[in-house]
């Protein structure tokens, strides 16, 4: 009789938890609907097409249901893009300095590789994202006067 307690003060918490669960998988599922709605051409593209041909339909389908220009589109995916490097490069920043000491110690060469190619890459993102702020500033500049 105790243990049958016991276990209903374990499922109790854990109840709350799927519940909480289930609630947020169901306001996810819900954005997912509004936002496949509006680019789901994209996301058919780059499972039906090889090489992610999606990413080249999507801002097609964005501009259309957003009335918004294609080039304005496509801007939105190019730094989506961007941002999805930056958060890869984070990821790998942090693998780098939180459990890289173990990878440095047992392959000292692939990990100064890893941390050259990473150094590069964040270079590079951060040099693509300056260029569009500056470009995004002055084009803003340009058309207030």
Same mark, same amino acid.
């Given at each position: @009789?105790?243990?049958?307690?016991?276990?209903?003060?374990?499922?109790?918490?854990?109840?709350?938890?799927?519940?909480?669960?289930?609630?947020?998988?169901?306001?996810?599922?819900?954005?997912?609907?509004?936002?496949?709605?509006?680019?789901?051409?994209?996301?058919?593209?780059?499972?039906?097409?090889?090489?992610?041909?999606?990413?080249?339909?999507?801002?097609?389908?964005?501009?259309?249901?957003?009335? @918004?220009?294609?080039?304005?589109? +496509?801007?939105?995916?190019?730094?989506?893009?961007?941002?999805?490097?930056?958060?890869?490069?984070?990821?790998?920043?942090?693998?780098?300095?939180?459990?890289?000491?173990?990878?440095?110690?047992?392959?000292?060469?692939?990990?100064?590789?890893?941390?050259?190619?990473?150094?590069?890459?964040?270079?590079?993102?951060?040099?693509?994202?300056?260029?569009? +702020?500056?470009?995004?500033?002055?084009?803003?500049?340009?058309?207030?006067?």
């Amino acid at each position: @009789m105790a243990r049958a307690v016991a276990d209903d003060d374990v499922c109790q918490p854990r109840d709350s938890i799927v519940s909480l669960a289930i609630s947020a998988g169901t306001a996810r599922a819900h954005a997912l609907q509004k936002r496949l709605s509006r680019d789901g051409g994209g996301v058919c593209g780059n499972t039906l097409l090889p090489a992610r041909a999606g990413e080249v339909i999507r801002p097609y389908f964005l501009a259309r249901h957003e009335g @918004m220009s294609a080039t304005g589109a +496509f801007a939105t995916i190019v730094l989506e893009r961007l941002l999805d490097t930056v958060t890869v490069l984070v990821l790998l920043a942090s693998f780098v300095f939180f459990f890289g000491r173990e990878m440095g110690e047992a392959n000292p060469a692939v990990f100064a590789g890893v941390k050259w190619v990473g150094a590069a890459a964040a270079t590079g993102a951060a040099a693509a994202l300056t260029v569009l +702020f500056v470009v995004a500033g002055d084009r803003l500049a340009w058309a207030g006067r």
